[in-house]
Nanobody, 128 residues
Framework: QVQLVESGGGLVQAGGSLRLSCAAS????????MGWFRQAPGKEREFVTA????????YYADSVKGRFTISRDNAKNTVYLQMNSLKPEDTAVYYC?????????????????????WGQGTQVTVSS
């Protein structure tokens, strides 16, 4: 069983930055495809960004492109989400997800239904 633990959320003013971390309980980050999703109150969980197992592919939602960056440290078994130029509409609970599906060795998984493991989420609040 894979456990994912997110951290790094908090309250920040618009235009500020945060870096989220997702630590895995076992050797996951370098062997699974990873993704970040977010869910605002009253809304569906939406895709933010993802990286394929090999790291060959990375994809961003249009709403965060140019502002957010996904990266990973295989040695630390951790995935990061660097968020810059934050906007109030980025306010949400952010979730890390992982899938071992070999389909995503070189392509990213953009649907939440493709992921098998989820973290508990970390709250990000951006004030205007």
């Amino acid at each position: 069983q894979v456990q994912l633990v997110e951290s790094g959320g908090g309250l920040v003013q618009a235009g500020g930055s945060l870096r989220l971390s997702c630590a895995a309980s076992r050797r996951t980050v370098g062997t699974y495809a990873m993704g970040w999703f977010r869910q605002a109150p009253g809304k569906e969980r939406e895709f933010v960004t993802a990286i394929s197992k090999t790291g060959a592919s990375i994809y961003y939602a249009d709403s965060v492109k140019g502002r957010f960056t996904i990266s990973r440290d295989n040695a630390k078994n951790t995935v990061y989400l660097q968020m810059n130029s934050l906007k109030p509409e980025d306010t949400a609970v952010y979730y890390c997800a992982a899938t071992p599906n070999p389909k995503f060795y070189t392509i990213v998984a953009r649907s939440r239904y493709e992921y098998d493991y989820w973290g508990q989420g970390t709250q990000v609040t951006v004030s205007s």
